[in-house]
């Protein structure tokens, strides 16, 4: 049975973690343990309750109950621990949060301590490493196109945006929470992955790169593929350090795309073959 609480004080202790703390502090929070994060609309936060994430607590805008969020009510009273569950009006919703909610409802969720990355690798194929992409927009979006297009894991860079945070997770659509992914070391991250057996493609701006549907880098058994920041791209040494270098054919002088968009070509001309 889930006990709704209605409220109208933004001072209610429960409701600090979506007004007055910031993701960064919401991710130390109970260092040495993992932190929290912050889950925004009705799918996302089932497919993080589904994925066995904890619930600490929800806010919902009072139109919601009955609405797209019943689901995420119905998730919840299964669960077996309670949690609290703070309705408030919209105008009241704004007022906290500092912006609108377009569906209505956030989840303050725990984080869980990440896996290694032998663990995430394991079993897979065709992995995505992420290099230095601090936007969380791009990183959504590119974690989106890796569940869809047949990508089996995802490595971050410790350069790169938290995947946790909550611009990130909404534009994954929640898709973080349905494929593997963990950060690399900070040191040693190359020859990691090839210890583990991938062939590593860089996507890259190079003239001498291999054409994206070559068959000598499609039919490799393991492949990691490499995608840098915008603008930057890949650091040269990861360019010279990977096996093959691909660059996707452009038509009107265009001369790149934005690295999501990128990603989701690149994952479905090397993990579909």
């Known amino acids: 049975?889930?006990?709704?609480?209605?409220?109208?004080?933004l001072e209610t202790a429960e409701l600090s973690v979506y007004s007055e703390q910031s993701e960064v502090q919401l991710y130390h929070i109970n260092e040495p343990a993992p932190g929290i994060f912050i889950a925004e609309s009705p799918k996302v936060i089932e497919r993080a309750l589904t994925a066995g994430?904890?619930?600490?607590s929800v806010l919902i805008e009072d139109d919601q109950?009955?609405?797209e969020a019943s689901l995420v009510l119905e998730k919840l009273a299964s669960l077996p621990y309670d949690v609290p569950v703070f309705s408030a009006s919209d105008s009241i919703l704004t007022s906290i949060t500092g912006f609108h909610l377009t569906r209505g409802v956030l989840c303050a969720m725990k984080r869980r301590l990440l896996p290694s990355v032998d663990e995430v690798c394991k079993n897979a194929r065709r992995i995505a490493v992420l290099e230095n992409v601090t936007n969380p927009t791009n990183a959504g979006a590119i974690v989106r196109s890796a569940a869809a297009l047949g990508v089996d894991a995802v490595l971050?860079?410790?350069g790169c945006t938290d995947p946790l945070y909550r611009r990130a997770i909404r534009v994954?659509?929640?898709n973080i929470f349905l494929i593997?992914?963990?950060?690399?070391?900070?040191?040693?991250?190359m020859e990691l992955i090839k210890s583990l057996g991938?062939?590593?493609?860089?996507?890259?701006?190079?003239n001498d790169s291999h054409s994206i549907g070559d068959p000598e880098i499609t039919s490799?058994?393991?492949l990691a593929i490499f995608l840098g920041a915008e603008g930057d791209g890949l650091l040269p040494e990861t360019i010279d350090a990977c096996d093959f270098c691909v660059k996707i054919p452009m038509s009107h002088d265009v001369d790149s795309l934005n690295v999501a968009a990128a990603s989701a070509v690149a994952f479905w001309a090397l993990c579909n073959s």
């Open 172 to 174: 994954s659509m929640g």
């Open 198 to 206: 991938y062939s590593t493609v860089a996507m890259a701006l190079r």
């Open 220 to 222: 490799k058994e393991k």
């Open 156 to 158: 971050f860079s410790h």
């Open 53 to 56: 994430y904890e619930a600490i």
């Open 1 to 9: 049975m889930i006990r709704i609480i209605e409220t109208a004080n």
């Open 180 to 189: 593997p992914w963990t950060f690399l070391p900070e040191a040693g991250s």
């Open 65 to 67: 109950i009955r609405g």
